[in-house]
């Protein structure tokens, strides 16, 4: 009985969160952003018609809208037919309701990166300014989340494998556990250096705007690592104590914490005020 509270009360957080909170505070941003720098005098930040930015908006809201009501409709169905939260793959149901709350925020990144496309094309200047400062690592990584991120990787894989006394042979979950959470952190560093590294997305950003962005985006996937590690190391001591019930929980507790190391990051790192909007301004004609 303790158990089920615990999911549901998580699972009902998560449904909140992800599909409610954060829709509204990014909701709230694009509008703020729409209102005060208008396409009439920064049309540089709009290379597509104002409508389409108005139905973006508006199902974006809507998208997020029908799924806290679908995730909703999943919750009450569970308790109706009284899920056995110990069955095997049940901690899949918080992860896969995730997922799908996740894709309007994966939609949104594709189109600010189609629109970033747009902006390249529609550069119509014959003369940039290129900043030469150096590109150092630790400008755009927080060196101590770095460093603790890989130690804590370490010291949860090594007491993974202390409580399976030492058995990390090929095959083992200690293994897996250890191979997942390092081929992932590989993707995060190649993304890392092409955020740092890689060429300019935004024609009109300029370097010091450029860093934060970098900085907030590598300081939600240190967070996003470091809570991976907790959730392998938790797995496993659910699995070794025989907590079967407790793991639903767990991942609906770890898909939120996904959901806070990378959007909250990033909304409090690139808050508006931070943000130069006077290079989409439009410029007048000199003679």
């Known amino acids: 009985m303790t158990e089920s509270i615990v999911f549901y009360a998580l699972f009902t957080s998560q449904l909140v969160l992800i599909s409610y909170y954060f829709p509204r505070r990014f909701h709230q941003r694009m509008r703020t952003v729409f209102q005060t720098y208008s396409p009439d005098e920064y049309p540089r930040l709009y290379p597509k018609p104002v409508s389409y930015y108005e139905r973006m908006h508006r199902n974006y809201r809507l998208t997020n809208q029908f799924l ?78 770095f460093v603790f991120a890989i130690a804590f990787f370490v010291v949860s894989l090594s007491l993974d494998a202390a409580i399976n006394d030492f058995n990390i042979g090929f095959g083992t979950g200690t293994f897996y556990r250890g191979l997942i959470v390092g081929l992932t952190n590989v993707g995060f560093a190649f993304v890392a250096w092409r955020i740092i590294y890689g060429k300019k997305y935004n024609p009109y950003q300029r370097g010091t705007e450029r860093s934060l962005q970098a900085r907030a985006a590598i300081t939600s996937m240190l967070y996003v690592s470091i809570g991976m590690s907790l959730y392998m190391f938790t797995t496993e001591c659910i699995d070794t104590y025989e907590l079967d019930r407790l793991s639903p929980a767990a991942m609906s507790l770890y898909c939120q914490l996904i959901a806070v190391a990378s959007l909250s990051t990033m909304l409090n790192a690139l808050r508006l005020d931070r943000l130069d909007f006077e290079v989409y301004r439009e410029k007048p004609q000199t003679a």
């Open 68 to 145: 806290l009501i679908l995730g909703c409709s999943v919750m009450v169905a569970m308790l109706a037919v009284d899920f056995d939260l110990s069955a095997k793959g049940a901690q899949m149901v918080p992860w896969a309701i995730f997922m799908i709350q996740v894709m309007p925020q994966l939609a949104l990144e594709l189109v600010e990166y189609k629109q970033m496309k747009l902006m390249r094309q529609s550069d119509q200047r014959t003369t940039r300014k290129a900043e030469l400062s150096p590109r150092r690592l630790f400008d755009s990584v927080p060196k101590v989340l």
